[in-house]
């Protein structure tokens, strides 16, 4: 005998493959199947899986005289079966039963004839059949960070419904509210970032100018609406930097024992939602971070959604309070967290 052969198959998920199979012996000779009455096509994600994990798929001899070959098949309903995941094994075996072996044998005769991996390609017309995926909404609470001579820090928060973000566009200009320019400028952007930033620098701006920032959502299907693009309803003018803007709350240190709020360790601060607050840090080599969780600084727990520059060590940390924010948030020491930190309560205006 010149088998078991090996050869691997690539499976196109919904198709039916179909092929044939010739035993042949040693010499080169065709093998004979007369007496061969079960034939099998077996495919599973290792060999020795269980039953309960093997895919049965179709095998039979052909039915000329003296049958020569081994038509086999993967059915679409064994291809429902399987994980276009997982890279499977085969294995085509003929059985010859006792009956018809001579007298002297009491076990059926079985032959591995083909053996080889079977990988799978996902059909591409199941994602592109599917409803596109709708356009997104725009993000919302603009928040104006640092701001210097010639750079312009914002942030912002993504929309909580319509379609998923995949990026945001950014465009600045000198400032305007006339919607035909504002449209031409964001729809004309060469400037994008991904979906999982809401915050970016704009650089090289002129000084005593006023500008007007446009952030507007994508995704694969389209553009968010432009009519609804988030944008600054008043000038921002690089020079105004908001250290000269008198802040709400004072924060320095105390060497590593504890963050000094106006003056005292470690206190609580109390913001209400909905309202723009300053925080003047001045606290060098004591990181002072806005985050979800207390005692211990987490990069993953930090609380970002409409605080601009948070983690400073020394500038102004500017922060709108989201009417969604939690009633309790904490702020803590990057680099001494067992000290330095305190509870944030966060009331509402009516508080």
Not at 340 to 351: L, Q, Y
Request: net charge negative; hydrophobic share 35%; proline share 5%.
């Amino acid at each position: 005998m010149a088998f078991p052969g090996t050869y691997n198959i690539s499976y196109y998920l919904g198709d039916t493959h179909e092929f044939r199979v010739y035993p042949k012996n040693a010499d080169g000779s065709i093998f004979d199947l007369t007496d061969y009455s079960t034939f099998k096509f077996i495919i599973a994600p290792t060999r020795g899986a269980s039953v309960a994990d093997q895919i049965a798929a179709f095998a039979a001899v052909d039915q000329t005289p003296n049958g020569t070959s081994i038509l086999c098949a993967i059915r679409p309903e064994d291809g429902a079966r399987m994980d276009p995941t997982v890279q499977y094994v085969y294995d085509i075996e003929i059985v010859k039963p006792q009956s018809a072996v001579s007298n002297d044998r009491e076990y059926d005769i079985v032959h591995t004839v083909l053996t080889g991996n079977l990988t799978i390609t996902q059909d591409i017309t199941t994602e592109e059949s599917g409803a596109p995926e709708p356009l997104p909404n725009n993000p919302s609470t603009l928040v104006v960070g640092n701001i210097t001579d010639t750079t312009i820090q914002v942030s912002w928060s993504a929309p909580v419904s319509g379609g998923q973000v995949d990026a945001y566009k950014l465009a600045i200009i000198p400032f305007t509210t006339n919607f035909t320019d504002i449209t031409t400028a964001i729809q004309n952007s060469t400037t994008s970032i991904s979906f999982d930033n809401t915050s970016y620098t704009f650089f090289g701006l002129t000084e005593n100018t006023d500008y007007t920032v446009l952030i507007l959502s994508t995704n694969e299907t389209g553009d968010a609406n432009y009519s609804t693009v988030l944008t600054n309803e008043n000038a921002i003018t690089t020079g105004d930097n908001p250290n000269t803007i008198e802040p709400d709350f004072f924060i320095t240190n105390d060497g590593n024992t504890a963050f000094l709020i106006d003056g005292v360790a470690n206190d609580t601060i109390t913001v209400m939602r909905g309202q723009t607050y300053n925080l003047s840090v001045d606290a060098a080599g004591h990181p002072f971070w806005i985050q979800t969780v207390p005692s211990t600084y987490s990069a993953l727990d930090a609380y970002n959604e409409g605080v601009a520059n948070n983690g400073a060590e020394v500038g102004t940390i500017t922060w709108t309070v989201a009417q969604n924010a939690p009633d309790t948030l904490f702020y803590v020491c990057q680099n001494h967290p067992a000290n330095m930190g305190g509870i944030i309560s966060v009331v509402d205006g009516e508080s």
